[in-house]
């Protein structure tokens, strides 16, 4: 359980193999790895035989961030492709070598005679068909190839475009879709076997569409982008994206697609790489973020200037006010929103006429082109938020060609029917802050509702309800996020700073949280804590108290609060002491327990991934990682079922602490740190009230086995005090002015 | 009354605690290591040893249980041979040499092996559970276990600028860098068998310049003087004696080395431990009836260079004759493994440079320094 990710033994991978350590090839070994999977990475030798650009591939996903923690980097083992037998070993094999038909057709007939019968082969090229890469080679290969097309960079983008032929066999197919999204999160989309598969397609055609469009109609590249943005699409727009995607690959990508679509292809009518304006910018080394200029860019002196699409010269940037309602921008007309017409018109007609072409369903289309560029929603979500009956009376008006699929939906209502897709659970308890659903089977739902799940008191009125619960309606509890961003980013700064101005009323907060936190611990049924997107603080400490924790290896976890001269106060201290007193995590008697808890929680440990948050102890190596967002709360769920039978709540625990013989011990390492300034006087002061609660304070001994309960009561007496420190205060204010 | 005599000695490799080769040795098998090496380069049967007199600075995990004990169980001596630990910390094993001697010379037996090790990557530097009094305050605990403080405070006390230890780190360096290339250190070694291989030589010296040294960031004290490349590194290692009377040299055919001729151990303030080899060396040259001038080899810990050039200006040690195969600050410092080294390569050097007088000396955390002078036999 504790090497792989969740479900990793049943997707049948066990050992993965990507040949080409370029930014995808290498990205994807990296994700194979996040996932527990030895993943071999092989590309050509370098001049002396050597395994030099496998090796270099590895350090740049290293430096790039693609690991989720530097365990994950040792599971990769770079090679060369004259080394091709150790893909036999691999039960997945990615190619992701050059864009070569010739060159990856030759690499497969070498890969076939070595690899084993009944491995899954995939391609990530982005631009050839499937059925030329096959052509000539054993039907056993064509059987278990698939194209498998990534988007950069692997570890964040959630698209991953699958194309089978006639040929494949189901579970070679089973097997990719399975490991796509158990091993490496991604969402599949299903496409047929054409140019550009379906996010690239219509993506590419939007961006030429709108950018020439844009010149057509007079518009500054400031005020397409803002029009643009009001879609529902990354603030960039569409000239912003060049900018960042580098106008010098216009030609590579815009031009070779346009070249392998049929003259009666819609796209033809907006040739972006034959265009005056994209080789002007590509001769004039316009390129882009890269080269510090494209259609934007920034001066010397940091003033931001855009291109004028007329003169071609540079001036500064006239941002338009942000356009919120599509729909009122489009029927208003004007320049602007005639444009914003133009835009959802043509992109809806062109989808609507390559969708069979490309795709084997609609909604395949939306969640291809919202995952593949960065939308709220796809093309068809888009017309029917504007509405289908609107767009076609609209085209028909204007006397416009009128797609079959465009007419249909009008005449239905719209283009994809989405009411049965999301059912709404029952609720048992519900207010401004919190609510609690009802999962069946006797499972509830905790989620709070306040912006980015902050604890505001009215909380735990629902928290509590729900662990009153325990004894009759409910027979398991599972905390889960409110919001796609957040489970809880913990407690809201601005209200703490409020409640210290009253110490008395401050110690009730604390209070509330310790006994809310404690009384879930100790309930009648397990708790599994399903974390998705920021835990930090508070929201740290809730799952601290859980039984199991389902967490997206993703999530943002912490105790940050030492960073802002308090400490974890809502039993998270005590939590920690409790759980580096087993001796597995490495520290062994009272003393080292307690040097060990200030030394890890003195920085206030925040990690980036849940690789990194076992790391640093927050979660458990029991606890479950999930790489895919969408199967964290069902696998939570799953979890929370299986505890139910002969589930035996924790007891409170005895604490051995070192009490005031510990206190030096456990502050040796901050003052040797501190004698060699490397931290400050202030962090100082947080070590020693961490030390001092985590050895017990005055009436700890190791003699004594200290309940549970006093340690947090040393909690919060060293958080009134810490919060009534003016450094705290000013420390608070700063960060929330940040 | 009998005569001690050092007959023999070998040690392990030092390496780096932690990044070096025997990072993954426990500290009882470096040390059963070291003394088969020595029974082996005698050939003393082992039922001939009254008792393993072994030092260790932080004798708990690994190094709890009386290493000393196990250590010789495990280098196949037989039950019959006692063992005890010895703890005074960095001086550990030049006390295990005068504990032996100590019961040799009053005819409590007459064949010993001393010694010592310290894994300082398996068993913290201070230990695992650092818990001293409550009741000492903060400054005071420092000075305890935050020896590099107490460097600081030396160098600044005694005037030992950064150059000057950054000049004296260097000689270290080119000094053992010298000897391990003209094959000089090779002779006091005992190879260790590893998981990744056999490792038989020192990890620690390296080539640096002074121009290197200066790049440094102070590594004790903001603004201060010491850095890493003028401290001792966390090594790995230990170190074996065999100690016996004139008896039974003769019997087993034994050329020693030398005769113990004086010994002592001195206290000073705990916040300049570094001075402790000044009043201990004092002692022990007085206690043989020499002076300084009377000494023709000397082998002092470097475990930081501020202190160790201090005590050489205190001491008037001519740089000639210090520490001429290189210091700690080059080789290494296994705590509990050092002083049996210092000891055995002041023999050993009384031998090869074919002096009369040498003395080892150390100093010792806590406020103490120790010192023994030998006479070649």
Redesign the interface.
């Given at each position: 359980m504790t090497g792989t990710v969740y479900g990793a033994d049943a997707t049948g991978v066990k050992r993965a193999c990507v040949i080409g350590a370029g930014s995808m090839g290498g990205g994807i070994a990296a994700q194979f790895a996040n996932a527990g999977i030895p993943v071999d990475l092989l590309d050509m030798p370098d001049d002396a035989g050597g395994a030099g650009p496998a090796e270099a591939g590895l350090a740049r996903q290293i430096k790039v961030g693609g690991f989720m923690s530097p365990k994950a980097a040792k599971l990769v083992r770079p090679g060369t492709t004259d080394d091709l037998v150790r893909a036999a070993e691999a039960d997945w094999i990615v190619e992701a070598i050059i864009e070569d038909l010739a060159a990856k057709r030759d690499f497969y007939a070498r890969l076939d005679a070595v690899r084993k019968p009944g491995s899954t082969v995939s391609s990530n090229t982005s631009t050839l068909k499937r059925a030329d890469l096959v052509a000539g080679l054993s039907e056993g290969f064509d059987r278990d190839f698939v194209i498998s097309h990534f988007f950069n960079p692997p570890r964040h983008m959630q698209l991953l475009e699958i194309v089978s032929g006639p040929a494949s066999d189901a579970a070679s197919v089973a097997r990719a879709h399975e490991a796509g999204r158990v091993l490496l999160g991604k969402t599949k989309v299903d496409c047929r076997d054409t140019p550009g598969f379906i996010a690239n397609r219509i993506g590419c055609y939007w961006m030429a569409m709108a950018v020439l469009e844009a010149q057509a109609q007079g518009l500054t590249v400031e005020e397409a982008d803002a029009v643009i943005a009001s879609f529902g699409v990354p603030a960039t727009g569409v000239f912003g994206l060049l900018d960042l995607i580098g106008i010098d690959l216009i030609p590579l990508v815009w031009g070779s697609l346009i070249r392998s679509l049929p003259a009666t292809d819609g796209f033809q009518s907006y040739d972006l790489a034959g265009s005056a304006l994209a080789q002007d910018m590509v001769a004039k080394g316009r390129l882009g973020r890269k080269a510090k200029g494209g259609f934007y860019r920034k001066t010397s002196e940091g003033a931001r200037e855009a291109l004028d699409l007329v003169t071609r010269n540079y001036r500064p940037e006239v941002r338009p006010a942000p356009m919120r309602d599509l729909k009122a921008l489009i029927e208003g007309g004007g320049k602007l929103g005639d444009y914003a017409w133009t835009v959802l018109a043509r992109l809806v007609s062109y989808t609507a006429q390559v969708s069979g072409e490309i795709a084997h369903d609609l909604p395949s289309i939306d969640t291809a082109v919202a995952l593949g560029y960065g939308w709220r929603e796809g093309p068809f979500a888009q017309a029917d938020r504007i509405g289908a009956a609107y767009i076609a009376d609209r085209l028909r008006a204007e006397g416009q060609a009128m797609p079959d699929l465009i007419a249909k939906a009008a005449d239905h209502g719209r283009f994809i029917d989405r009411a049965a897709t999301r059912a709404t659970r029952p609720m048992i308890a519900q207010n401004d802050a919190a609510r609690l659903e009802d999962a069946g089977d006797g499972i509830g739902i905790f989620r709070i509702t306040t912006k980015m799940g902050v604890f505001a008191p009215e909380v735990f009125e629902v928290l509590d309800h729900a662990i009153a619960l325990a004894e009759g309606k409910l027979k398991a509890l599972v905390l889960a996020p409110g919001s796609e961003r957040a489970f809880s980013a913990g407690a809201d700064l601005a209200r703490f700073l409020e409640l210290a101005e009253e110490p008395t009323k401050l110690e009730a907060f604390l209070a509330r949280g310790q006994t809310a936190f404690s009384a879930l611990r100790q309930a009648p049924m397990p708790v599994v804590a399903s974390v998705r997107g920021l835990a930090l603080g508070g929201g740290c400490e809730i799952t601290l108290h859980a039984d199991h924790v389902v967490a997206h290896a993703e999530v943002r976890f912490g105790l940050p609060e030492p960073k802002l001269g308090i400490l974890p106060g809502w039993g998270g201290c005590t939590r920690m002491f409790e759980r580096l007193s087993n001796p597995q995590t490495g520290?062994?008697?009272?003393?080292?327990v307690a040097?060990r808890a200030v030394e890890l929680l003195l920085p206030g440990p925040t990690a980036t991934s849940a690789a990194e948050a076992r790391g640093l102890h927050l979660l458990r190596d029991t606890d479950d990682i999930v790489m895919h967002t969408g199967d964290v709360e069902a696998v939570a769920l799953s979890r929370a079922r299986e505890m139910i039978d002969g589930y035996t709540p924790s007891p409170e625990a005895f604490l051995a602490v070192?009490?005031?013989?510990?206190?030096?011990?456990a502050?040796?390492t901050s003052?040797?740190h501190h004698?060699?300034?490397r931290i400050d006087a202030v962090t100082m002061t947080v070590a020693t009230e961490l030390a001092s609660v985590l050895t017990g304070g005055e009436r700890g001994d190791p003699a004594r086995p200290m309940p549970e309960a006093e340690m947090r009561e040393l909690e919060r007496a060293a958080f009134l005090r810490m919060a009534a420190r003016d450094t705290t205060r000013q420390t608070m204010l700063a960060t929330i002015r940040r | 009354m009998q005569t001690a005599y050092i007959a023999s000695y070998t040690r392990t490799p030092f390496t780096f605690a932690r990044k070096g080769a025997l990072a993954t040795v426990r500290p009882d098998h470096l040390g059963a290591t070291a003394i088969r090496g020595l029974l082996a380069k005698t050939g003393v049967p082992g039922n001939e040893i009254e008792d393993v007199v072994w030092g260790c600075a932080f004798p708990e995990?690994e190094q709890g249980l009386n290493i000393g004990r196990i250590t010789g169980l495990l280098a196949g001596l037989p039950e019959t041979t006692a063992g005890a630990t010895v703890n005074r910390w960095c001086g550990s094993s030049v006390q295990a040499v005068q504990m032996a001697a100590g019961m040799l010379v009053m005819g409590a037996g007459e064949a010993f092996i001393a010694g010592g090790a310290e894994s300082m990557t398996r068993v913290p530097m201070?230990g695992?559970?650092?818990?001293?009094?409550?009741e000492?305050p903060?400054d005071h605990?420092?000075d305890f276990?935050?020896v590099?403080?107490t460097a600081e405070r030396v160098a600044r006390d005694y005037g030992v600028d950064r150059e000057t230890q950054e000049a004296f780190a260097l000689a270290s360096q080119q000094k053992a860098v010298a000897a391990q290339a003209a094959g000089r250190l090779a002779d006091e070694i005992t190879p260790v068998e590893t998981a990744a291989g056999l490792v038989d030589a020192d990890g620690c010296p390296r080539e640096t310049s002074l121009e290197k040294l200066s790049t440094l960031k102070?590594?004790?004290?903001?603004?201060?003087s010491v850095t890493a490349g003028t401290s001792s590194p966390m090594t790995d290692a230990a170190t074996a004696l065999l100690i016996c009377s004139e008896d039974f040299l003769k019997r087993h055919n034994l050329t020693p080395l030398a005769r113990i001729a004086g010994f002592g151990v001195s206290g000073c303030a705990p916040g300049i431990m570094g001075m402790g080899p000044v009043e201990s060396s004092r002692k022990a040259m007085k206690r043989a009836g020499i002076t300084m001038n009377d000494i023709d080899v000397i082998e002092m810990n470097e475990a930081f260079a501020s202190q160790a050039e201090a005590c050489r200006r205190e001491l008037e040690i001519d740089p000639a004759k210090l520490n001429i195969d290189g210091g700690a600050i080059a080789l290494g410092h296994p705590l509990g493994g050092t002083g049996g080294r210092l000891v055995g390569k002041t023999a050993s050097l009384l031998q090869r440079e074919g002096g009369r007088y040498g003395l080892a000396t150390q100093c010792i955390g806590g406020g103490m320094g120790i010192a023994m002078v030998l006479e070649a036999a």
């Open positions: 520290a062994v008697g009272p003393a080292a040097a070192a009490g005031p013989s510990g206190v030096a011990g502050l040796s003052r040797a004698a060699a300034g | 995990g201070m695992f559970n650092i818990a001293p009094p409550p000492w903060a605990v420092a276990i935050n590099g403080l102070p590594a004790f004290l903001e603004g201060g």
